[in-house]
């Protein structure tokens, strides 16, 4: 049996980026258990149509940003249109457009959620992000002595360009600066929080809370033919098989054994792309799964709405609408839209194609009746388009020629991942992340459930380290 140099498991955007870097350097091959390539970040077909499984927004493709300059090593140029607006944020009345311009931007939030301090407070949030994506030595990983140095030169170096302002919590900061806002501009910060971070302000830190809020101070693009194409693209030169899950990883003094369900594999490395909380139930060494089983499973998910519209009217790329109630079954009053560019051929062939998504828990859905799991479904789903139909008014319920949805268990059944997004960055965790190293030799994670969390400028930054440790570690 051949000796493979490293085993990606999985193609989230994290193994993915990783392969398509490594692949050339190393006897590498990737599997896949999915029919689709890239997890949350794919592209899948169903009655004929194609949708966003996940992800629509891609951010980070600019100088100076680790997407970018991952993308160029691998010499990756992207098919992007940008957004004119990066997000509509709608709460009843009020419309704030996310675009990237500053002044625009702050002249539309002075007027729907007016505060004489809304400038200072917009400035700072711009600032503080500017600052983080110009450090230089970004870096969290454990496990060896090189590790643990690069990762204190990276908290130094946070320490001399934040200096008080690394401890200072997101709500203290709000309210130092804006006074008591009103709950409607809080469900606004909020509600933007939730898509970028995974959580509120009162969980977070000044920094964390402004790399969120900052999301579309960057330029946001969508991507032709879908978030999957990117990942296919990426992955063409890369030595891969996709419907291949992998069951089983026997440890051994030098290398790994692994078994998928269909073949048997030896490497001497393995890039885990599955989520750090369902990485245990592939080992059977007792001290691998010892390692996985103390990060806490996160139970955060997704409840994502999938529609075909033939609608003849133009739509922003993407809309967050705020509503008054929570949704049922969920923990946000908030979901996001995305509608799929007119102009893209193959979304749009048959009308828009529209992803909608709001958070959920991971164990509301869990260990229903076949009939009880439907009924609730149905119960978010109908709650979702009927708070769309209202704000869509040029939308008739007709031009809906398909509507479907997916909850963790759809996630859990395909990627085999019942959460969504990782562990959000708060100010508790934020030295208990976990790193993309692990104690065991040859063995690694990339993905949202490590350093540096979701979205792909997170998971960017994560196989940036891992690249590194995996490299010259
Ligand atoms: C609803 C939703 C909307 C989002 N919107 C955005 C957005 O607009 N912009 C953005 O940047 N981010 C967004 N995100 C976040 C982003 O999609 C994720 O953070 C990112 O895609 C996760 O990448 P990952 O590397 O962790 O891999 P994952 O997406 O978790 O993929 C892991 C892959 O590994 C495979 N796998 C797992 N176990 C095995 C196994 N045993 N054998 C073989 N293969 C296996 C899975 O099938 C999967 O393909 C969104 C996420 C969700 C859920």
Avoid at 110 to 134: A, G, L, S
Wanted: glycine share 6%; net charge positive.
């Amino acid at each position: 049996m051949k000796m493979h140099d490293v085993i990606v498991v999985g193609s989230g955007i994290g193994g993915t980026l990783f392969a398509a870097l490594n692949h050339k350097k190393h006897d590498l091959l990737l599997l896949e258990k999915d029919a689709n390539l890239g997890g949350c970040c794919s592209t899948f077909k169903r009655f004929n149509n194609h949708y966003n499984a996940g992800a629509t927004t891609f951010v980070g493709y600019e100088e100076g940003h680790i997407v970018k300059r991952l993308f160029d090593e691998v010499g990756y140029k992207p098919n992007l249109k940008l957004s004119g607006v990066g997000v509509r944020i709608v709460q009843k009345e009020k419309e704030v457009d996310r675009v990237q311009a500053f002044e625009a931007f702050l002249k539309n939030v002075d007027e729907q959620y007016p505060n004489p301090n809304n400038r200072d407070f917009w400035e700072t949030i711009k600032k503080v992000d500017e600052k983080f994506w110009q450090l230089k030595k970004l870096y969290y990983a454990k496990h060896s002595f090189s590790a643990y140095s690069k990762s204190i030169a990276c908290v130094t170096e946070l320490f001399k360009t934040y200096k008080s302002e690394l401890f200072t919590s997101a709500d203290g900061f709000i309210k130092k600066s804006l006074g008591d806002i009103s709950t409607e501009y809080q469900a606004f910060i909020d509600a933007q929080l939730l898509i970028t971070l995974q959580t509120k302000s009162k969980d977070l830190s000044l920094l964390t809370m402004a790399l969120g809020l900052a999301y579309t101070f960057h330029k946001t693009y969508y991507v032709e033919g879908g978030m999957g194409s990117m990942i296919e693209t990426l992955l063409e030169d890369v030595p891969y098989k996709r419907k291949e899950g992998v069951v089983k990883i026997l440890k051994y003094n030098d290398h790994y054994e692994v078994h998928s369900n269909k073949e048997v594999y030896k490497s001497k490395n393995i890039v885990l792309n599955s989520t750090i909380y369902q990485s245990a139930q592939l080992f059977e060494d007792k001290a691998i799964k010892k390692y996985y089983s103390k990060f806490k499973f996160s139970d955060q998910s997704a409840f994502v709405v999938y529609m075909t519209i033939k609608s003849k009217v133009d739509f922003l790329h993407h809309y967050q609408i705020i509503l008054d109630q929570k949704i049922p079954n969920s923990i946000s009053n908030a979901f996001f839209v995305s509608f799929s560019d007119k102009e893209d051929e193959k979304l749009s062939k048959d009308g828009y194609s529209v992803t909608i998504s709001t958070h959920t828990k991971a164990n509301i859905w869990r260990g229903l009746s076949k009939q009880a799991y439907a009924q609730k479904k149905l119960e978010t789903q109908e709650k979702i388009q009927e708070a769309f139909l209202n704000y869509f008014d040029t939308i008739q319920e007709d031009e809906i020629s398909r509507v479907f949805s997916a909850t963790s268990e759809t996630f859990q059944s395909y990627i085999g991942r019942h959460n969504c997004g990782g562990e959000a960055l708060k100010i508790k965790n934020l030295l208990s992340i976990p790193p993309c190293t692990t104690p065991f030799k040859g063995l690694y994670n990339v993905g949202d459930t490590v350093f540096a969390g979701q979205g792909w400028p997170g998971v960017a930054l994560g196989v940036d380290v891992l690249n590194k440790e995996f490299n010259h570690g």
